[in-house]
């Protein structure tokens, strides 16, 4: 008698439990505060710029697992890439895309991130550039949006190449945080030349600090704390006057900017350092998608926004 009431018991909290997981994965678009959003500075087109990627590798997942609200028979696929500005200055990447060992650092990640998604390489940074006949000695910069290792593997064949990363991001990266596993195994094997994004050329829309790169206001970047302590977004405005924003992976998919939404609960345990902050970004992002509609803010990872970019 009181092993089957046990065993009841058990069943009735497992069920509890299920449920209680089920719910993190439905619809709730956070709220949005009812004021106008925020207008970003006239765009300035400077000749010789523009925007393109660099479709390094496709991992396939669920949209359910990849925003809080997306459909479970909805396939999902996660673009990993760099983001190339060509710039009569140089060439700058906006993270580092994938490396030629990428299957290798593919196994720093935890086991349930790897057993969730499907890993179909494409083609590392390093031979995209070869093939148009950039070498990394002609690349003025990388800038990474975070240093977690699917934005960090292509540091592996370009060890000469200038890398920006926030000091916050910087300290994350080189914590015990399973986040950082690869950059440190990087920067264990040689050290990078790093530098600071300076943050000095004062507020743009809705951002309390900018650093314009070049000083022409065609690279602009602002700090996006959450999905890691030290994440950056980057404007570009190439020479027609569009301008994008890339906010690296505070939201993996469009929805999360257009609901918005964030991750689903199991995904910000594994993948998000502060799950307020990232929230508060969105609703940042959504606020400033509604008030500049022409904007196109770019997921890091979301492969049908990707479309709207050139393949470098
Ligand atoms: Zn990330």
């Known amino acids: 008698m009181l092993r089957r009431v046990t065993i009841k018991f058990a069943s009735l909290i497992l069920v509890a439990l299920l449920a209680a997981l089920a719910w993190t994965f439905v619809k709730r678009p956070l709220p949005v505060p009812e004021v106008a959003g925020p207008v970003v500075p006239d765009a300035i087109a400077v000749e010789g710029v523009s925007l393109s990627m660099i479709r390094g590798a496709e991992m396939t997942s669920r949209e359910a697992f990849s925003v809080r609200g997306g459909s479970l028979l909805k396939q999902f696929i996660t673009g990993i890439g760099a983001f190339v500005v060509e710039h009569p200055r140089g060439i700058l990447l906006i993270d580092a895309g994938v490396g030629r060992d990428v299957t290798a650092h593919l196994g720093t990640t935890p086991l ?3 057993a969730l998604a499907e890993l179909t390489v494409r083609q590392p ?15 003025g910069g990388i800038v990474l949006t975070h240093s ?7 540091l592996a064949d370009l060890r000469s190449v200038p890398v920006w990363i926030t000091p916050e991001e910087l300290a994350y990266a080189r914590s015990d945080d399973e986040g950082g596993k690869l950059y440190r195994e990087l920067e264990a094997a040689a050290p990078f030349e790093l530098h600071e994004p300076s943050f000095t050329s004062g507020p743009y ?17 602002v700090p996006m704390p959450g999905h890691t302590p030290g994440s950056v977004g980057v404007f570009v405005t190439d020479a027609s006057g569009k301008r994008a924003l890339i906010i690296g992976d505070t939201s993996w998919t469009k929805e999360g900017v257009d609901w918005p ?4 609960w199991l995904a910000r345990r594994m993948v998000d350092s502060d799950a307020k902050a990232v929230r508060d970004q969105l609703v940042l992002l959504h606020q400033l998608q509604q008030a500049n509609p022409e904007l196109l803010i770019i997921p890091a990872h979301d492969a049908r926004v990707h479309e709207a970019i050139a393949e470098f």
């Open 148 to 154: 977690h290792w699917d934005h960090v593997s292509g």
């Open 125 to 139: 940074t390093i031979d995209a550039l070869s093939a148009r006949g950039v070498e990394a000695s002609d690349l």
């Open 112 to 114: 349930l991130m790897r």
């Open 261 to 264: 939404a964030e991750k689903p």
């Open 205 to 221: 829309g809705p951002f309390d600090e900018s650093q314009d790169f070049y000083g022409d206001g065609s690279v602009v970047i």
